[in-house]
C-alpha cells in the first residue's frame, strides 16, 4: 500500500526560505515519478514541481521555476522541496502525489493523474509578514 506523508510546512516572512519532505513507502522512487502540487484557497489544484528517473526528469511551473528545487533520496525513499524567496502568493496546501499509470514530463509536468494516483494529506505553507 502506498503512502505519503508529507511534513515541513509552516509559517514564513516574504523572501523567508522552507524545505518541505514527503516520506514515501510502498513503492520506490527510483521506479515511479513523484510530484509536488498545490492548492490555495478558491483556487485549483495546481502541479508546481515534478522528478522522475533518479532526478535526470524534473520540471518546474513558471511560477516556482528559478526559486524551488526538487530534489530525492532514494535511500531514505523521500521527495524534498526547497522553497526560497517565498511570496504571499505561495499560500496553499502542498501535498505529494505518485502515480502508477501517468507520469512527470519535463515540458508539460503532470497536469493529470489518474484515479490510481496516491495523494499524502498534505502540509499548509502560509507566507505572510
Known amino acids: 500500500q502506498i503512502q505519503l506523508v508529507e511534513s515541513g510546512g509552516g509559517l514564513v516572512q516574504p523572501g523567508g526560505s522552507l524545505s518541505l519532505s514527503c516520506a514515501a513507502s510502498?513503492?520506490?522512487?527510483?521506479?515511479?515519478?513523484i510530484g509536488w502540487f498545490r492548492q490555495a484557497p478558491g483556487k485549483e489544484r495546481e502541479g508546481g514541481s515534478c522528478i522522475r528517473n533518479g532526478g535526470g526528469i524534473t520540471y518546474y511551473a513558471d511560477s516556482v521555476k528559478g526559486r524551488f528545487t526538487i530534489s530525492t533520496d532514494h535511500a531514505k525513499n523521500t521527495v524534498y522541496l526547497q522553497m526560497n524567496n517565498l511570496k504571499p502568493e505561495d499560500t496553499a496546501v502542498y501535498y505529494c502525489a505518485t502515480d502508477p499509470i501517468t507520469t512527470c514530463d519535463s515540458s508539460t509536468g503532470w497536469d493529470l493523474l489518474s484515479d490510481l494516483a496516491s495523494w499524502g494529506r498534505g502540509t499548509q505553507v502560509t507566507v505572510s509578514s
Open positions: 510502498g513503492f520506490s522512487l527510483a521506479y515511479l515519478g
